[in-house]
């Protein structure tokens, strides 16, 4: 017994001392590859319990159950311990905390340059793809710079001479209807852009650029009837990339769960957290069939301190609140920004570098480093 035991130590030992058979480690793609394309989608004003909604409302499996690289980041302004859109989205597009209302401009109002334009000078296409107007604080810090978000005229100017290839979205009326009577879709077309004020096209070309408004201010709410156009320009934005052949960065914003959360209308807001889930479905199809693109998936800031409280269907013969564990009746807390931490979701090579804890702001330089740049 004893010999027996010594003899399987002894090929235990050979074994160890010979050279290992040819086992090949799995190796992660996230780990062995940099992307080449970029895509940032943000829930404006959705936190981690806008983003449960998706769980509780939806009528399939959420699309944010498919990631698996997940963090959370700290949204603290330099000015204001909760950040607004503005200060938000110019932490992610240009890697500082600034001022609530500063687009693209630090906290002594100087220019900051972008991820947009930082990309661009290096031969990426780039995109913005929004449900409100295209010159509103989120999609305007990626191109623009103004020392307050309300500039939404200037920041209109700003877009017919930007390095945005495509953008989609509404705010007509700051390009066509201005106080300085100019009409800035003629300075769009001048400077390269196919603009179309009524449909979302599909005939697309190698070299052009795309300018899509298709409402004076916002686009329509989901629940008054918008459709799948976030999921629609999502797709065609994606065919033009495909057309260009050139390394891509685009940002994708539902504006609208924001809305909702100011509004404290639950239905509101969770009808927009739908389609941006849908969404997001869309552009994990693509990443996972490319296999070359980083997707990450964050908001702002939370809005409305939304909650899925149970509901209440009496009270007991002190005086509490009975619930019913199995109904869930979405409440707020604000008609404001909240404070608390936001989720952030990476899918596709480099995305381990945004699970763990951290700042807004890292967001642009994790987006950077995955880019090796
Ligand atoms: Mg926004
Ligand atoms: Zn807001």
Known sequence: MVAKKLSILFLFVLCFNCTPPEVKKPIKETQATKPANVILLIGDGMGLTQ??????????????????????????????????????????????????????????????????????????????????????????????????????????????????????????????????????????????????????????????????????????????????FLSEATQLALNYFELQEKPFFLMIESSQIDWGGHDNKADYLIK??????????????????????????????????????????GKNPKGEDIHDYNRIHPTFSTSGHSATLIPVLAFGPQSELFIGFYENNDIYYKMRAALGK
């Open 51 to 228: 983003l449960s909604s998706s769980f509780y409302f939806g009528t399939t499996k959420p699309n944010f159950s498919r990631f698996k690289s997940i963090g959370l980041s700290n949204v603290i302004a330099a000015n204001s311990k909760i950040t607004d859109s503005a200060s938000g989205a110019t932490a992610f597009a240009s890697g500082i905390k600034t001022y609530n209302g500063a687009i693209g401009v630090d906290m002594d109002k100087i220019q900051v340059e972008t991820i947009v334009e930082v990309l661009s000078k290096e031969g990426y296409a780039t995109g913005l793809i929004s449900t409100s107007s295209i010159t509103h604080a989120t999609p305007a810090s990626f191109y623009a710079h103004v020392e307050n978000r309300n500039q939404e005229e200037a920041i209109a100017a700003q877009m017919s001479t930007s390095t945005i290839d495509f953008f989609a979205g509404g705010g007509l009326k700051f390009f066509q209807k201005r106080k300085d009577g100019t009409n800035l879709l003629t300075a769009l077309t001048s400077n390269g852009f196919i603009v179309n004020t009524t449909e979302l096209s599909s005939s697309l070309e190698v070299d052009k650029k795309y300018g899509f408004l298709l409402a004076d201010e916002g686009m329509p709410k989901m629940i008054e009837g918008r459709g799948p």
């Open 272 to 313: 927009e957290v739908l389609d941006f889930d849908d969404v997001i479905g869309k552009v994990l199809d693509f990443a996972e069939e490319r296999g070359n693109t980083l997707v990450i998936v964050t908001a702002d800031h939370e809005t409305g301190g939304f909650s899925l409280s149970p509901e209440v269907i």
